[in-house]
């Protein structure tokens, strides 16, 4: 565990200036005999500051230096965690906020050397992962040979690109989409830890001039009756002892139990318990060099369909009965994995298959058919080995064929199937809008807390008065602002001097990320980029929101005629979670969930990002005994504590991009966004029309009696209750099977009212 050196805050008063400020020092445990102490460039009056506590008194200046100190934090944070060692020199710099001494000339192949070393001492990069950028240091050097951090641009990864492109064709390979996605998105994790590091770099990613490819994937499986035709083959086409029978023999055992190629070439006889009426295949996989990995049992119980392949294994050994075996014998008698696939598309153009098929094709046959038959995604996911039900929903296929047969013997299509899109975030930038986004709830529940008179309750919402009322303005002086604050109740009828404007100017900067810029031919305030703010929908949200309470504030004599609803936000939370999500720190949660209230359960998960839906606040977080990413509402967290673990968060996860197909805060692992027909009848199609159910909402058909609107989202539980709140004035048109699951809804609730 990393332990981050704990500095102290202090007043110079040794260098006194003549206005009576002092500095305000930061102060660091001793570094070779000596304790480093820096400006933090803060100048403060004696009565300003709290020798007790160690803070400044007023609130707007505690905000402002805890950011810094979090900034402080970080960046030694990332230097102990490189390995680097904590300098004097160093420290002066992150305090200063230097930009690190390595210039744009240091090469980019000791940085992707650092990293690469770094994961792997860390136990965090696999062997495969390893030769993967190997290979992709490989094609680097090939394409130019000496590459400095300023070379990195769009221009360098589109040529890097192309030169892939032209390489697999000379070749001979054409344009394999998988292995140039990898390459590139080798180079991108390079580019952003670079960037991590604080070392200037032109990165393309970030600013979306440049992407990754989405490799293709791979969805191959067996149908039953193709499953059929491969079986039919042994003893016949498929000659007992040759090649092709070996092969053909331990593909479709794979088939019966999903176990990978490389555990199918060292399974031996000894794998098998035949002690019990079902006989059970018990192997630890091969695949685990990452530690979470490592020692996992997988057992699985024979199907008769394995079991007759085990007939078949028994043929090619002289027919030796189990009871005779030698346990530590291999089970099939091929030499090299190479000759497997190869053997497999000569076997699947026998069967008349027309299909690439692979070895890893019997996993997903098994993982398929298997759902097919009733097993659950939990089960499936305990046979495959796999350490989530995620990564076993994407071996899970579907086909016309598999629904009408599954329907038949289920009567249940619920068959997902993964869609998994990512997007490049800034990372620091998205912390922000969390942050504004907490502020937001925080001043919107102010009233109903009765916190008014809090004092930083009241510079929020004095920030956030002056930014909505400059932004509502367009342009606007300061004499004007000054009218406009008299007019408001919470001046007291005191006026708004500059320096408080100024310092108010300040703060928005460091806590919204908005400037207020000023012409100085017409002294005119302006919201910088005022358009990327309009774009921005949470800062719209919040500059509209606060407008509306602000009228609120200040009509002290309607507020028994307004009623508020009570918002179960769960507020008490954020700032341990923001703090974790800023420190990337795992969390420790007490929660009790809807189908449990009386019983409170514990959880380590990972925070990935935090959404607000409804009034409510939840945590979007991993958890292994969730099985995957979680919303947990904060408003049933009992408690909430931060561990020493570091989370392991997808640098480019992006909460938004995440629920982009959701409905609200349902999102089920696997399910994919569907297009979606609804017609709304008479004059509550004016309602949906004017607040659009979800942001992908098109109307395509307007008439004096309905309107048909369009969405591309996943039809959750969550969407359907929302469609049948509107009662009869909403009729579900595509797609059929979520058109009949709405119709069995309102059909169980007429039978109820009869």
Known sequence: MIKLPTPTLYLRSDKRKKNGRMPLYIRFPRIDGEEPKYPMGIDLLPEEWDDKTKEPIDDALKLIIEKELTRIRTRIYNVLVNGEKLTKTCLREIVANEEPKESGDASFYEYFDKYVLERRQAGKMTRSTEKGYDTTRRALKEFREKIRIKDIDAKFINDFERFLVKRGREHGLGDVLGTRANRLKHVRTIVLDIERRGIPIKNPYRTRECEVPKAAENDTFLEYDELKRMYQLLGLDAEIGSTEFRVLVMFLFSCAVGIRLSDALCITWGALDVTQETIIVHLIPKKGDKPWKRNREVNIPLSTFGERMIEWIAADDDGIPLSQVERENRMFRISS???????????????????????????????????????????????????????????????????????EKNHLIDIKKIVHRTKKKEIGRSFRRVLAEAIFIFVENLWTMNALTNNTATLLRRYLWLLETIYSAGRITLDEIRRRWLRNEWS????????????????????????????????????????????????????????????????????????????????????????????????????????????????????????????????????????????????????????????????????????????????????????????????????????????????????????????????????????????ADVEVLQPAWFREEVKNVVTKMRDRYE
């Open 337 to 407: 994995a190479s000759t497997v696939n190869p053997t497999l598309k000569k076997l699947a153009k026998m069967a008349g298959i027309d299909k690439n098929l692979t070895y890893h094709a019997s996993r997903r046959t098994f993982a398929t058919l298997t759902a097919s038959e009733g097993a659950d995604t939990y089960t499936i996911k305990n046979y495959l080995g796999h350490s989530s039900i995620t990564m076993s929903e994407r071996y899970m296929k579907w086909s016309k064929q598999l629904a009408l047969e599954s329907a």
């Open 492 to 727: 007291g009828g005191e006026e708004l001097p500059r320096k408080t404007f100024e310092n108010h100017r300040k703060a928005i900067e460091t806590l919204f990320d908005v400037n207020i810029a000023c012409d100085r031919r017409t002294n005119e305030y302006f919201i910088e980029y005022g358009d990327d703010l309009e774009r921005d929908d949470l800062r719209r949200w919040l500059l509209e929101t606060f407008a509306v309470n602000d009228l609120l504030v200040n009509s002290k004599r309607l507020r028994r005629r307004i009623a508020l609803e009570p918002i179960p936000s769960g507020y008490t939370y954020l700032t341990t979670v923001l703090r974790a999500m800023e420190e990337n720190r795992c969390l420790e949660i007490s929660y009790r969930h809807t189908y449990d209230e009386k019983r409170e359960k514990r959880y380590e998960v990972e925070p990935y990002g935090l959404k607000a839906f409804r009034r409510r606040w939840y945590l979007i977080a991993e958890s292994v005994e969730m099985g995957g990413i979680y919303a947990f509402a904060l408003d049933r967290v009992v408690d909430i504590t931060p561990t020493a673990k570091e989370a392991e968060i997808p640098l480019d996860f992006d909460c938004a991009e995440f629920y982009a197909d959701a409905f609200g805060i349902i999102r089920i692992p696997g399910q994919s966004a569907e297009r979606i027909e609804i017609r709304v009848y008479g004059k509550q199609a004016n309602y949906v029309r004017a607040l659009p159910l979800h942001p992908t909402q098109r109307e395509m058909e307007r008439t004096a009696e309905y309107s048909v609107f369009e969405y591309r989202l996943a039809p959750t539980y969550d969407f359907r209750m929302e469609l049948l709140s509107h009662g």
